[in-house]
């Protein structure tokens, strides 16, 4: 089994930061990229950004990229965003996927483990 929780969501101002956690927990021996993808109302599932098992891969997807940054720290996957805009807003969720160790997947339909995943708005 493989645990995701997501937590740093929240309301912010436009041109503000936040920044979001994902706690991995794998119970099935493996290694696993994880990645951070997020759906807004109405709107598809949108990959933002991935990352190997180690963090030794990493890949921001063009439309975010400049803004956002992912990170790996051990069982923590950090997704920093910077000049929040309103188009922001959507729900955010943490996602993993089986993989070779330097490995990520770049489509959110790769990843088969997902976490409840954590609301972000931004608004003035």
């Known amino acids: 089994q493989v645990k995701l929780i997501e937590s740093g969501g929240g309301w912010v101002q436009p041109g503000g930061s936040l920044s979001l956690s994902c706690t991995v927990s794998?119970?099935?021996?493996?290694?696993?990229?994880t990645a951070w993808i997020r759906q807004a109302a109405g709107k598809d599932r949108e990959f933002l950004a991935g990352?190997?098992?180690?963090?030794?891969t990493a890949y921001v997807a063009g439309a975010v990229k400049g803004r956002f940054t992912i990170s790996r720290e051990n069982a923590t996957v950090s997704l920093q965003m910077t000049a929040l805009m309103a188009e922001d807003t959507a729900r955010y969720y943490c996602?993993?996927?089986?993989?070779?160790?330097?490995?990520?997947?770049?489509?959110?339909?790769?990843?088969?483990?997902w976490g409840q995943g954590t609301q972000v708005t931004v608004s003035s």
């Open positions: 996602a993993a996927a089986q993989a070779s160790e330097d490995a990520i997947l770049v489509v959110s339909s790769g990843y088969n483990y």
């Open positions: 990352i190997s098992h180690r963090g030794r």
């Open positions: 794998t119970q099935i021996p493996g290694t696993y990229a």
